[in-house]
């Protein structure tokens, strides 16, 4: 499985593999019926459950290469070491749990093919942890400074299609925060601007088991990923009070709609 070169590759799909037999199917086939030359790395972080016998279903799918870690890394070594391997021009990242619509690769393709946009993100609906839309959609800018990712992070790791070399350049580290986002902030921080489609191409499931499930911990993170990226004690307390305000919004906002979509299908 996934022995043979692929010159052809354009992206490189880069799922980590931990505790997810139940979902990872729905994932990589999300990947598959895109309408690119692609390849996808699953990468098995030495999962607990039978995930070699979920794997073994696509033994004869040459888009795909099943990896193993010889100790557990964690998501953020993992996605490391899928970029470290990749073979396409992009990489996308996509968690095991989470999953796509089938146009969201082509729409990213477009906005970055003139070579001024190095990321590419996209907005998301919320998804029940059994798999069930919830209504709510967390748009996103079409347009994203640095500044304005200091101040929210509207950039979802499973969204993002980014150039292979720049992701190369910027490593997620500090899992003790979040990685992802210190990533952006550094990509954004350098070459300004990153493009999004507003769009919810991306079905994002919620967990409570998750870094952003537990909001008390991920918002010691966030405060960590502020220090991380090299803010001050108090410039990081300043980020990290205007960070919770927009997640306030953001998520009441969406919360608001969901409410309002589920009224109107009541009606029809």
């Given at each position: 499985m996934g022995n043979k070169e692929q010159d052809d590759v354009l992206v490189s799909v880069i799922i980590p593999a931990y505790g997810c037999a139940e979902?990872?199917?729905?994932?990589?086939?999300?990947?598959?019926?895109?309408?690119?030359?692609?390849?996808?790395?699953?990468?098995?972080?030495?999962?607990?459950?039978?995930l070699d016998a979920i794997m073994e279903?696509?033994?004869r799918e040459p888009r795909i290469r099943y990896l193993k870690n010889e100790k557990n890394l964690g998501a953020a070594a993992t996605r490391n070491r899928g970029v470290s391997l990749a073979r396409g021009v992009y990489v996308a990242f996509l968690d095991?749990?989470?999953?796509?619509?089938?146009?969201?690769?082509?729409?990213?393709?477009?906005?970055?093919k003139d070579g001024q946009v190095v990321l590419c993100a996209t907005g998301r609906e919320l998804i029940t942890p059994e798999g069930k839309g919830t209504g709510r959609v967390i748009g996103v800018s079409e347009h994203i400074t640095y500044?304005?990712?200091l101040l929210h992070n509207c950039i979802n790791c499973s969204s993002v299609l980014v150039r292979t070399d720049v992701a190369r350049e910027f490593p997620m580290q500090h899992e003790d925060s979040h990685e992802d986002y210190i990533a952006w902030l550094g990509i954004l921080k350098k070459y300004r601007w990153a493009a999004a489609i507003?769009?919810?191409?991306?079905?994002?499931?919620?967990?409570?088991?998750?870094?952003?499930?537990?909001?008390?911990?991920?918002?010691?993170?966030?405060?960590?990923a502020y220090r991380y990226a090299g803010f001050s004690v108090i410039g990081a307390a300043i980020l990290f009070c205007t960070y919770a305000v927009n997640g306030l919004w953001k998520y009441g906002r969406a919360y608001v709609q969901g409410t309002l979509n589920k009224r109107k299908r009541c009606k029809t």
């Open positions: 979902t990872i199917c729905h994932a990589i086939d999300s990947a598959l019926i895109q309408d690119v030359a692609l390849e996808v790395l699953v990468l098995n972080d030495c999962s607990p459950d039978d279903t696509y033994r095991a749990d989470d999953w796509w619509e089938k146009d969201k690769l082509t729409k990213q393709l477009a906005r970055m500044r304005m990712l507003n769009e919810p191409l991306l079905k994002y499931r919620l967990t409570s088991d998750g870094k952003s499930g537990n909001k008390l911990k991920s918002a010691e993170m966030t405060y960590r």
